[in-house]
């Protein structure tokens, strides 16, 4: 006979400002999960290892200038590269945890005076909706405190200010708050705490399209 397909994995979302422990807890994430016997992967966006991704990589850095919709389309076309391995990988059964996702995308161009939310949205709208967001929340005073700040493009209050203000705009009931101005260890917890909690409720059904 003819073994069912294995349960697909969770796509699971890790967003917030500069600073505010993204890459620590996912990475965290990734190693509870697998070390429980769950398969999962980790994925960042901006991805900077691709022929996009250096575009976009030198943009932060200073080293070209783009239009704000160029560079917009850019991340955009840097998740929308990954959507074949990001589908794979939940179809066989592991999960995916990623450092900043479409919310960024629509965040921070937003938060330039040229681009509107709506407009922002239409570039990434129809990829996998995550089965959670988990937001780390922190002030940004207290973030700007944490390690060099201010030397990529995009790393100043007054920004990262509008920044929050959109992400803000983008919630729903998939979003989760995270008080990210505790210990690394207790952020750690209570991410675990939510991520247990969405692996037994979710139906783990089709992948829905965000935005759609
Ligand atoms: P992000 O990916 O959101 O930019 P990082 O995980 O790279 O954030 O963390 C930024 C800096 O803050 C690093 O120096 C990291 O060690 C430190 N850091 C992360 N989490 C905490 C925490 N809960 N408390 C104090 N410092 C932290
Ligand atoms: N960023 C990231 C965007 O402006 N749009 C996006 O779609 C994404 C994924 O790039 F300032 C911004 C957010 C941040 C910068 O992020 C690089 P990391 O997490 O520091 O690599």
Redesign the pocket.
């Given at each position: 006979s003819v073994a069912a397909p294995p349960r697909r994995g969770a796509l699971i979302v890790i967003e917030?400002c500069?600073?505010?422990?993204?890459?620590?807890q996912a990475m965290k994430l990734v190693e509870y999960l697998n070390g429980s016997d769950r398969k999962a992967i980790f994925m960042r966006f901006p991805d900077r290892t691709t022929p996009i991704g250096c575009l976009i990589d030198s943009y932060l850095s200073r080293g070209v200038n783009l239009e704000d919709q160029v560079i917009h389309l850019l991340f955009s076309a840097n998740r929308w590269e990954s959507h074949p391995k990001i589908i794979s990988t939940l179809k066989s059964g592991a999960s995916v945890i990623i450092?900043r996702y479409a919310f960024s995308g629509v965040a921070f161009s937003a938060a330039k005076e040229s681009l509107g939310l709506q407009w922002c949205k239409g570039s990434d709208a129809g990829l996998p909706k995550p089965d959670v967001v988990l937001f780390?929340d922190l002030p940004l005073e207290q973030a700007a405190t944490?390690?060099e700040y201010g030397s990529e493009r995009y790393e100043e209050l007054k920004f990262q200010q509008r920044v929050y203000k959109n992400y803000m705009a983008l919630r729903d009931d998939t979003w989760k708050m995270i008080d990210?101005s505790?210990?690394?260890e207790e952020?750690q917890r209570s991410m675990e705490a939510e991520v247990e909690r969405v692996m037994k409720e979710s139906k783990f059904g089709p992948l829905p399209g965000l935005w759609w």
């Open positions: 917030g500069d600073r505010t422990g993204k890459t620590t450092d780390l944490r390690g990210a505790k210990s690394i952020v």
